[in-house]
């Protein structure tokens, strides 16, 4: 599976920007997919997972209320809605494709990745 993450840009805090996660295959709506981020020099951490359905939903602490996660299996596309965005959650966003139709909070669950869409937010 061949995921394109895009949707980043420049916004200043308090702005919203909705990412995309595209994928190459039909067997994407199989999977759960997750979104996570890393800012320089920090690990890669979880943003927020979504299960092969659209069922179940799992968020970060950081992000919940802010930020929503949602899929369009006939277009093959996950989407992240981010709302009143802060500079703490300036990043690369990377979205990726678990093993299996449920996926968590850890990297190990997910084998597919896609390229990274950088999110700067102003102060």
């Known amino acids: 599976v061949s995921l394109q993450a895009s949707g980043g840009g420049l916004v200043q805090a308090g702005g919203s920007l909705r990412l995309s996660c595209a994928a190459s295959r039909r067997t994407f709506t199989n999977n759960a997919v997750g979104w996570f981020r890393q800012a320089p020099g920090k690990d890669r951490d979880f943003v927020a997972a979504?299960?092969?359905?659209?069922?179940?939903?799992n968020y970060a602490d950081s992000v919940k209320g802010r930020f929503t996660i949602s899929r369009d299996n006939t277009k093959n596309t996950v989407y992240l809605q981010m709302n009143s965005l802060k500079p703490e959650d300036t990043a690369v966003y990377f979205c990726?494709?678990?093993?299996?139709?449920?996926?968590?909070?850890?990297?190990?669950?997910?084998?597919?990745w896609g390229q990274g869409t950088l999110v700067t937010v102003s102060s």
């Open positions: 979504i299960s092969w359905s659209g069922g179940s939903t």
């Open positions: 990726a494709a678990a093993r299996g139709p449920y996926g968590g909070r850890g990297l190990y669950e997910y084998n597919y």
